[in-house]
């Protein structure tokens, strides 16, 4: 790359000798927040200026959903390029062969993680299962960037996890390094992160809205009821019965109530937030649908608060983001509407009961609840401004 | 019709007169409810005797889907026969042409309600819209008896009624005499009744499990949180923009916060049963999903009251109810598993936050919640077992 | 049962004694066929009178759908009552563990095929995979009728058999008794019929309207195309990743293109038929619905045939029918007008190709295409009006 | 904007004015065609220097489904700037009241189009109905350039307009100008053209693999037959009983059978590809599917053709194509993997019937089928890179 002019990526004659094998970065966007402000802007250029070289991705565990949704959203951004895809169970195919629908992407072929070279790779995301993700990472090279979308780093009390995951933490010292990246809310430690714990979909639409609330005591500790709907994609692409199509299109169901898996992160960050121990009502709910995702959150206010005040807050902690939007007074956020981008839709409505609120958020359970915000935090981490990548629109309908 | 022997239908002669365009009901059941006591039985046999006529039925407002639903039910009743559906806009169709799905049936062609003739009709299922319900039933025979699925008569403060549905009620008088149709909270006064105002979705959904919790005193008045999940048939066959496939695929969101019109209906029927004045957070939510309800209930418990308590009071309720079913603990009721059936599925789970409690309930909004319910009161208020025509089994997948 | 009435079913003083555990035949109809002639009516008068007795059922190879769609059905079946089901994998759970939409049915746990006891059994639904099939009915006892929902005796010519399924057919001298079972096309068969191999759901869309066209030589046999289009639930209940609701929901594809197995039934259909080898061009395409199929088949019209020839062909032919209905000229049949019932739509019309027809035939492919077409045999060969059980309408939306 | 050096979009001092209202250029790519060859990368570069300046784009009919998917498609153009939206009934209303999915897209709002100003606008995309888009297409100032979605310019012939579509053609001498916006089969043409009719969904699946095969003669011109399948948005935004998410969920039928307007466009298509006057059979079919749309294509294969021999046909045809592509032999192209993408997939096979094959080929109706292929048409037209704003990978799931 010979780009030399402040702020520019060049259309350059280098881009001549692509072929296919190289996986240069050959599809490039010049990205700009529509809503930056003068220091984005300035910090853009900065990083444009140092971003010449390419940045190589491995993405472990990539035959799951999450891993598919960072190679499209790579397949767009203007520094990254994936040089490694494992697969234990895939391991040898093309990404034809596992997702059809990235087969136009020059990507690599699955290998077993035990064969993964990681010589070439300045930076991975880490798709596996819970529990088996600790080891591995704990086995990187040091230098390696990483961002890790299971729940194994994400929880700061190791015994929490034991208690919640049924066997203990495997890499405690690594913990203690682990950055949780709930973006919006902690972007300057992801910033300096070299092991980022991304967070949980569930989590990410819970606290996006509840987090600045709960800092400003706006609203009471007690009886923070979390009534949570999502898509299937959630469960991810193991087979099981009960995510047939049979069994799941036309229907809906609650499930793991009062035992889902998220309900620590989610009780971490809100205590964190409010310097507190709060235990939350949370109650899951699987829906006909491959994506999205809604928290509605029925809170009450502290003496004296209006709703005005919630979306007033609101409204100042997320002014000026991206990717988190407070819609206007009344209009009701869908799920529909941020499909297939990074959005957070999020508004807050009075209740008939006096003194209680509605919040509601949407997201895209694939992109800002995983594989979105996991990238938003690698731009972070390697100093590119966090939208690259992620500027797309919803896909309605 | 000549059978006469005692508690019997008989497949005689007569049947073989059958032809086209009689419409004397030759598709009959004997039926009995798994779990009818002894009681019930006998009542059955007593009213086998009278039953040997067919009662007429006229289906007000039958190119909707809760009057095409009467009509699917009304296929396999033993007694009921419509002879009469009307359809202002749709007048001169025959069925076929309105609801293909019911082509096999020998239904009358949809006439104007004003061409209606009322002199071979027994009783009315009024699935008109409100509003325009009041007047029309103001001026049907006086001995017909109505079931009436709008809510034009569900609400005995007519004041109320005016507030929420921005006109005046036209027939106070009705009003008074109308009798509302929870089949199992107020089967008693339903069998006395000219006029039954059927109860909406949400209502019969929330109303069936809380109104146990709240004649026991086992629950607090205050903060009871309803988060509701409904299909789109709830909306009707109405043309909009909104509930076009397009729009509604994949995707959820909430409507009507605090301001749905089901909410004076549920809290007037938690009130009576907590001889108090009741308010209720209620949310309803759209569901990518043609039929099917639930409602998540979130309620404190009152002090000393346990979950098992809760599950006692519900179990004694519903105790040899044919259609409200508590499940076995710990068993979450799907909507998929009550879809096109009569059933409400229901259970309590205990909360995180101690003292509370989540309940869950799960109907078909268009049975249970409608057409299926008002089969079930005509059936009381006509003499006959309250299962007669409602005896189908959920279609899963 | 003690009913002794010239065709009635008594609601008699024998009911009040059920109780659980009993599993006397409790819910009943008395049915008849609104199209049903003369000579079928006196039929039903016949049989009444001789079916005092209960049917014993048993259900191999329960926990598949079309093992639950059978209970389904039976659940308003006059005289067949479940009294074994098996499944292997699910040996011990209740049905209510299997298919909670069956919990309010008092039916049998699950046993291990080794371990049934046939002793009270008079018939059985074998909805087993193909393969197994074979050597599990060789070994039933001899006296039981028997409906095979599985492939394993649908294929006269046992190396064909071989060929398509990739093993050696293990009971040839049970192939030669079985009777294939296309209800309306090889009814008097099956009346006699010990063992019926009951249709696929694929050849039974498909042969219902060619079937009547190509014994009155109105087709021509070349060029027969058909563009066949199957929900999901023909897959089964196995847990496979490409049945995901993630995989299948809002997308379609064309699969087994000229090798799905089905092939040669059609085949051997059609050519019995026409006194001909024929081939066909047959490919199927999964949509993303859980139950319902519809073949579009194009053809040939034999030289100064018309359009109204192949109409009123198919008119004469399922004229007084009541399960299978040719619709009125220009209208379409639609999958969602049978869903969950027994009825096969089906229409013909002009093809923009001089000569050519288009045919459409819809039916739900786990009833007319599986566990109703069963049941109609099953009723056949046990001397039963053929609709018992099958009397349920449509469920739309 | 300033941006000056070669080859280059500079992230340049000029974006820190950007402001709302001054609606400049933002978000930009600088793309490159992952297989895009020396030519056409050098044809990037001089393409380059000249558009330093940002082209102002106009949708007429902003409203509708094929509108918003061009703001969509817009959003990560590096060159093209929606200054006009037009939509009669929804004038006055922001973007994100009509299409809440693209709130974040900093859009005009609404006008009328008699009150539209077209000065500020160097191109547009007209989606608007057939019918009325003549007149005001023949009114739109002589120097924009023009791609319009409807079907009015389609037909070289406007006797066949006249016949299909019930009235006379309003701008004959415009339809003389208009080129046909197949682009792969028409690029050359379409690269100087000022008003290019964009082609139909159906046409497009449909005429991509064809007309290559009729080219090369290796079809017959008799009895090929289309079954097609479509999601539901290709039927628009109106509010339409038959597009209720009650009438499609789960379920399909055929529609317009022999009599979709698509007919003739496809006939006019193949037989320009043929020299001849060819008739298809083409039955299309609505799919529970929100967008998607297959074409499988039954043809016969000329004397001594093989299915080989059609594979290699296209796979020249299209080699080097960003958005067509031949799947390998044997890979079955599904829906799902082009979903939000300007992607075809296609592939053929052989039919069980000797000397016959099947084509599937499948498209995103919305883009390649509708904004998409507008969109490459207009780069195209203004001298840019086709794929520019077009390089989304599919959302899958």
């Known amino acids: 790359m010979t780009s030399t002019t402040l702020g520019s990526v060049s259309v350059d004659i280098g881009l001549l000798g692509k072929y296919k094998g190289t996986r240069s970065k050959t599809n490039r966007y010049c990205v700009r927040s529509p809503s930056a402000s003068l220091s984005q802007a300035l910090e853009v250029i900065s990083v444009e200026e140092k971003s010449t070289e390419t940045i ?72 596996l299962p819970h529990g088996t993700t600790q080891e591995i990472i704990k086995g990187l090279p040091k230098e390696l960037k990483i961002v890790d979308l299971s729940a194994d ?15 203990p933490h495997k890499a405690p010292e690594l913990q ?48 923070i009821i979390i009534d949570a709907k ?23 169901h609650s499930y793991g109530i009062t035992r889902h898996r998220h309900v620590p992160e989610i009780e971490q960050g809100l205590s964190d937030a409010s310097n507190s121990n709060l235990i939350v009502s949370f109650t899951p709910h699987l829906m006909p649908m491959k994506r999205g995702m809604q928290s509605t959150i029925y809170v009450e206010m502290a003496p004296g608060v209006t709703v005005d005040d ?18 206007k007074k009344q209009v009701v956020p869908h799920t529909q509407h941020v499909s297939g981008s990074n959005y957070c839709f999020m508004n807050v409505f009075p209740d008939r009961i006096p003194g209680r609120a509605i919040i509601v958020s949407v997201i895209d359970n694939l992109v800002k609840g995983a594989s979105g915000q996991a990238l938003q935090n690698l731009n972070l981490m390697l100093g590119y401004p966090e939208n690259l990548g992620l500027q797309y629109q919803p896909l309605f309908p």
């Open 310 to 327: 919630l979306y007033q807050q609101l409204s100042n902690a997320y002014e000026g983001e991206e990717f988190v939007k407070l819609l």
């Open 176 to 223: 203690k390094e682990a950055i949780y990246g709930l973006t919006e809310i902690y972007r300057e430690k992801i910033r300096k992160a070299r092991l980022v714990a991304n967070p949980g979909c569930y989590p990410t639409s819970i606290q996006l809205p509840l987090v600045p609330l709960l800092k400003g005591n706006l609203i009471e500790l007690r009886n």
């Open 153 to 167: 780093f994400r929880l700061h009390n190791i015994e929490e996890y034991e208690e919640w995951y049924g066997q």
């Open 56 to 127: 190589r991705i491995g993405v472990l565990g990539a035959s799951g959903y999450t891993g598919a949704e960072i190679a499209r959203l790579l397949a767009n951004h203007p520094h990254f390029t994936i040089t490694l895809m494992t697969a234990d169970r895939k391991a040898g195919q093309s990404i034809g062969s596992v997702f059809p629908h990235l087969i136009t992407q020059d990507l690599p072929d699955m290998v077993a993680i035990k064969d993964a070279d990681f010589s070439n790779v300045d930076a991975v995301f880490c798709c």
């Open 230 to 252: 999502s898509g299937v994609s959630g469960a991810g692409r193991g087979a099981k019965e009960q995510n047939l199509y049979t069994e799941i299109s036309e229907g809906i």
